[in-house]
């Protein structure tokens, strides 16, 4: 053996507790004596080879935290080390140390089987909190001990800011880390009220009490109290957030007072307030994708017999060659015509020739939203802007943002809702009703409408500011009358979508019949002629359609007496009025100012009588129109 179990003696060699001597600084076991052997499963010659850090696999901070602290303070004493059996197995220890005399430093370590000495029903039980979830009860425990015996190693080492209070909530001990975050020496904070110091406000800044502090409660309840939403307060006056642990002191069943764990989540409530702020982002685009494909798919519904725009006519040449022109352009276009002549058709082929097809096409029937819903319809709203809004709500004008915003039947708009939608357009930007937030939108407007606007704007039932803001590119959708070489290939595509639709053989469309279908006026336009169609399918008798129409002979046209237009320019409003003129006069030349009854006007335009009789008048064909064709009534 070497000096120092030279001078222990027959005590070293005979005692019952297993005892080791350790240099430290040269991180070797001088010797162990026969009780250690035994509890450590090696033999004597093996544990002097064996380093210390060896034996202690994993605990190499501990170990020297424990020799340190024997040698500051004439002894040391752990239970955190945990020895390797010479099986492999860990043995749970509690480390007795005292310094022995003489060069080099050396110490005399007394090992002690916990369970021997009845501890391990202790342990036991703070290993059964942990696999509870009260990891922090076992931590703070430990660090109980830990003061008890004056370890300031481990208060100095801490991260977290400790802290201790007595019964009367006068400070007895602040930690490093603690003066680090406070602000205030330590020296400055023991013997004081530490509530009134550093926890004397609440974060919206209303006193806190005594009374009401976690803190103080722990030893007036004996609980151990946790808490995620407070502040500590620094010395110059700054507030901070903080989570903390307030567990009481005990000695025989008297509570002393308590220690108090806390840490800074500044930085936590920071990337907390970030992932709000993301979720809240992932909430509303999934809200705006959600509520897009809910349109595109009422849209399919909507739109599912329309492919495209269909004819070869001049009208429809003219239609497609001015698309193309205005398609590579943000210009706002206005679509005009009767309502069934395709004006939507002609909205989508300029979206899907432009730069924004890969952004959708948001449609709204300004006929169908009700004047108080319009704000909301078109801007959205925030959640609670009135009775009804649970939730924000994203509007068409957002839904579109980077796409077309098609205004079916803009016309319908009350006049004192004009102007909130022109304020849009010119700004391009948008407030949700109810939210002060400023949003930019960037939309392309195309507009449709059956109505003469200048007439309206005279009438003073449109804004002529708005007018002149959505008649940017006027586009006029030409009605089925004026294109009867188109009928025939429309009607043969509406009758492919009604056999698939109806789950029945196609019936055949026969050059007869699509004579007939050529000779009625279609005052309906395509729309009507899809459901002559549709009906003619359904009523078809072994594939040969049958046509609820009337039978008459085409018109001759008064084609001196209407305008003739280039190739190029559709027909605006005036050439069209000047055509149905010349066109009810030509009839009633030719039936000799015959309105009603078979063979008359009426019959031979497709019309009602009633209606002819009131395009007559409003026209003054009766008095004009036959004089010019030399007949009289």
């Known amino acids: 053996m070497g000096d120092a179990t030279d001078d222990l003696g027959p005590v070293f060699e005979q005692h019952r507790e297993a005892m080791l001597v350790i240099e430290p600084e040269a991180d070797r076991i001088v010797d162990a004596n026969p009780a250690a052997a035994r509890l450590l499963g090696y033999d004597r010659a093996a544990l002097r080879a064996i380093a210390a850090s060896a034996l202690h696999p994993g605990q ?62 202790v342990d036991g039980q703070a290993d059964d909190h942990m696999r509870a979830g009260v990891a922090e009860w076992q931590r703070v425990e430990r660090i109980f001990r830990d003061i008890e015996r004056e370890n300031q190693l481990i208060l100095r080492a801490a991260g977290e800011g400790i802290y201790g209070v007595n019964a009367d909530g006068a400070t007895t001990f ?18 004081k009220d530490m509530h009134a110091t550093v926890h004397h406000t609440h974060p919206g ?21 946790q808490v995620e939403d407070e502040v500590f307060w620094r010395r110059d006056g700054t507030a901070f957030p903080v989570s903390y642990t307030s567990t009481p ?31 809240a982002e992932v909430d509303s685009l ?24 269909i004819g070869r006519s001049p009208a429809i040449a003219a239609t497609l060659r001015q698309v193309d ?13 009767e309502s069934g002549t395709g004006k939507e058709l002609i909205a989508r082929a300029i979206h899907e020739a432009s730069r924004r097809r890969d952004r959708p096409m948001i449609r709204v029937n300004c006929a169908a939203v009700p004047r108080e819903l319009f704000e909301s319809e078109f801007f959205g709203h925030a959640r609670g802007a009135f009775t009804g809004a649970l939730r924000d709500r994203v509007g068409r004008f957002e839904l579109a943002d980077g796409g077309t915003l098609f205004l079916d039947e803009v016309g319908e708009i009350p006049l004192d809702l004009q102007g909130k939608l022109l304020r849009v357009l010119q700004e391009r930007s948008l407030e949700r009703v109810g939210e002060a937030r400023t949003r ?38 030409s009605p089925l009358r004026e294109r009867p070489e188109d009928i025939a290939s429309i009607a043969q595509h509406f009758l492919k979508g009604a056999a698939r639709r109806l789950n029945i053989p196609e019936p055949r469309l026969t050059e007869g019949d699509a004579r007939r279908l050529a000779r009625y006026a279609w005052p309906g336009n395509v729309r009507e002629l899809e459901n002559v169609i549709e009906r003619a399918a359904i009523l078809a008798v072994r594939g040969r359609l049958r046509f609820d129409l009337p039978e008459t002979e085409p018109p001759r046209r008064a084609d001196a007496a209407a305008p003739t237009l280039p190739a190029d320019r559709p027909p605006t409003e005036a050439d069209r009025r000047a055509r149905d003129r010349a066109e009810i006069a030509a ?31 409003a026209m003054r064909i009766k008095e004009t129109g036959l004089k010019e064709t030399g007949n009289g009534r």
């Open 205 to 225: 800044g209303t006193p806190y009490p005594h009374r009401d502090c976690p803190i103080y409660a722990a030893f007036r309840d004996g609980a151990v109290h």
């Open 587 to 617: 009839a009633l030349a030719l039936t000799g100012g015959k309105v009603f009854g078979p063979g008359g006007a009426a019959e031979l335009l497709g019309l009602r009588p009633t209606t002819l009789a009131s395009r007559i008048k």
């Open 60 to 121: 190499r901070t501990a170990l020297i935290v424990f020799t340190e602290a024997a040698f500051a303070n004439g002894q040391g004493w752990s239970q955190a080390l945990e020895p390797r059996h010479a099986d492999g197995r860990s043995l749970r220890l509690e480390y007795a140390g005292s310094p022995l005399a003489g060069d080099p430093l050396r110490l005399l370590v007394t090992l002690s089987d916990l369970e021997a000495r009845g501890r391990r029903v």
């Open 249 to 279: 002191i005990r000695d025989r069943g008297r509570l002393l007072g308590a220690v108090i764990v806390f840490r800074d989540i500044s930085q936590r409530r920071e990337a907390e307030e970030r992932l709000r702020s993301a979720l």
């Open 174 to 191: 602040v930690n490093p880390a603690a003066e680090r975050m406070l602000g205030w020496r330590a020296a400055d904070l023991v013997g």
């Open 325 to 337: 022109l205005v398609a590579g352009t943000d210009a706002t276009v206005l679509v005009t015509g």
């Open 286 to 309: 999934r809200e705006r994708l959600e509520l897009e494909n809910a349109y595109l798919k009422e849209e399919i519904r909507q739109e599912r017999h329309h492919q495209g725009i």
């Open 440 to 477: 930019a939108v960037d939309v392309r407007l195309v507009a449709a409408t059956n109505r003469d606007l200048r007439e309206e704007v005279r009438r003073g039932r449109f804004r002529e500011d708005l007018y002149f803001r959505l008649n940017v590119f006027p586009l006029a959708a």
